[in-house]
């Protein structure tokens, strides 16, 4: 099974600020990506899929990158709605499984 | 518009069973999977499996135990998990999600609750 692990586990940053969080996946993925981003007591919102297409709706300040093993979320510049938890998920076989998240808080 | 809409919360006792339902609208049931996924207390994402809306065959995570069934009512654009003999450990949120690509859309979260 594919084994995806997210850093920073958690991050620190003030409105306005550009972050990036990382996902890797333990073998190559191809493109086979997604990012959701969850609030306490909401279902989970999926902002990118196939590594970088943006999902309809979603603002363009977030966007991802990435292929094979290694790939990146990007929020251009936070603003108060985007504080929450990001995940990243392998979606090429299952399972389908989720990275362990990434708790972004306000500085 | 295209949703999920889920069943209400439950509290259970240990050992109890609990059947959540994911019913679909706005698009055509079939078309795509469903799959289930959960958020113990304090805890991240967990995916847990899915089902296959035109074969009914389901797919199980590696380590969910025969306790838990994904199950459809195509008639009625409805999915369901059922979880058997209840312990507090499967205290939960859990969700279905929409397969069309990813996970696309979510239902809005049953939470399950264990406790004596």
């Known amino acids: 099974d594919i084994q995806l692990t997210q850093s920073p586990s958690f991050l620190s940053a003030s409105v306005g600020d550009r972050v990036t969080i990382t996902c890797r996946a333990s073998q190559g993925i191809s493109s086979y990506l997604a990012w959701y981003q969850k609030k306490p007591g909401k279902a989970p919102n999926l902002l990118i899929y196939?590594?970088?297409t943006l999902q309809s709706g979603v603002p363009s300040r977030f966007s991802g990158s990435g292929s094979g093993t290694e790939f990146t979320l990007t929020i251009g510049s936070l603003q108060p709605e985007d504080f929450a938890a990001y995940y990243c998920q392998v979606l090429n076989l299952y399972p389908y499984t989720f990275g362990q998240g990434t708790k972004l808080e306000i500085k | 518009q295209v949703q999920l809409v889920q069943s209400g919360s439950e509290l259970k006792k240990p050992g109890a069973s609990v059947k959540v339902s994911c019913k679909a609208s706005?698009?055509?049931?079939?078309?795509?999977?469903i799959n289930w996924v959960r958020q113990a207390p304090g805890q991240g994402l967990e995916w847990m499996g899915g089902i296959n809306t035109n074969s009914g065959n389901p797919t199980y995570a590696q380590g969910l135990t025969g306790r838990f069934v994904f199950s459809l009512d195509t008639s009625v654009s409805t999915a369901y998990l059922q979880i058997s003999s209840l312990k507090a450990e499967d205290t939960a949120v859990y969700y279905c999600?929409?397969?069309?690509?990813?996970?696309?859309?979510w239902g809005q979260g049953t939470m399950v609750t264990v406790s004596p």
């Open positions: 999600a929409r397969v069309r690509g990813a996970f696309d859309i």
């Open positions: 196939a590594a970088s």
């Open positions: 706005g698009y055509t049931f079939t078309s795509y999977a």
